[in-house]
């Protein structure tokens, strides 16, 4: 396993505000979203994405060569529980999005949103949009469409507060009661509690392929190189700044920020 590319950057510019992160080993490739924490709760002055990105970061980086995806799980589980403990809400637990290539099985785990790609594979295979957030995405757009059009917002530039993210947010800090939940809205992501295992998605990889990239949701499309995916993404950030179009998201780009989120991109070599 070789890696062809690499490359990580937070929203604002600076690392060590970045919730996203890359790891390779000798056995296992893995890039790990914390998920943004609305709850204001940190852990030894860390928000809470940040903390379990790190919690899964270490455990990945401890992983047995042989193990499968489900070890791979209760793993991150058992070290981000350990390092939270017990008395949270599931909607206040940090949680993160994980995807994991092993070498040993040639296999691809995702648990959560963060995509992978080869050649011939389907962007909707490797690249999947929960429910929940698309329905939050909808909203927060529909409700800047009707600030436009009643006159009292205009996309020329961000403002300091985004209507459309305040409206939203009723949906947005309650998801997290439907995360690791089976159910139309429910979606898997390591937050310290069991996974479901039907939410653990194990993808083998075509004996042919001999290229892979991993990727967090900040690219909206993976290219088939660094340069292609950060075109594309400077691209829609040109066109769509407020995310309400084709970046169609729960946020958008916020004052002094470089995108609407953190971003990693891995290729390598298998």
């Not at 809470?48 to 990105?53: C, D, L």
């Not at 809400?89 to 648990?111: D, F, G, K, L």
């Not at 690249?127 to 917002?153: C, H, N, Y």
Request: proline share 7%; hydrophobic share 45%; with cysteine.
């Amino acid at each position: 396993m070789e890696i062809v590319e690499q490359f990580v950057l937070g929203k604002t510019g600076d690392p060590q505000a970045c919730e996203d992160a890359i790891v390779v080993t000798a056995a296992h490739a893995a890039v790990i979203d914390g998920a943004t924490d609305l709850s204001g709760r940190t852990y030894a002055g860390r928000p809470g994405g940040w903390w379990a990105m790190a919690a899964c970061r270490d455990a990945v980086l401890q992983l047995p060569p042989d193990a499968d995806a489900h070890a791979a799980v209760e793993a991150m589980t058992s070290v981000l529980q350990a390092r939270t403990g017990p008395g949270l809400t599931a909607a206040e637990r940090p949680s993160a999005a994980v995807t994991v290539y092993s070498r040993a099985r040639r296999e691809i785990w995702q648990v959560g949103d963060v995509g992978f790609a080869y050649r011939g594979l389907p962007a909707t295979v490797g690249q999947p949009r929960k429910l929940v957030d698309q329905i939050a995405a909808s909203f927060r757009a529909a409700v800047v469409a009707a600030e436009v059009a009643a006159g009292t917002l205009t996309l020329d530039s961000a403002p300091e507060i985004d209507p459309g993210r305040l409206g939203a947010r009723a949906l947005i800090s309650r998801q997290g009661a439907l995360r690791n939940r089976i159910g139309p809205y429910g979606y898997a992501a390591i937050d310290g509690r069991p996974v479901p295992r039907p939410l653990v998605k194990v993808h083998p990889i075509p004996e042919d392929i001999n290229e892979l990239t991993l990727a967090s949701d900040g690219y909206p499309l993976i290219g088939e190189t660094l340069a292609a995916s950060e075109a594309e993404l400077a691209a829609l950030l040109e066109k769509d700044p407020w995310c309400v179009a084709e970046l169609a998201g729960t946020k958008g780009v916020g004052p002094g920020q470089l995108s609407f989120d953190d971003r990693a991109y891995l290729r390598i070599r298998i």
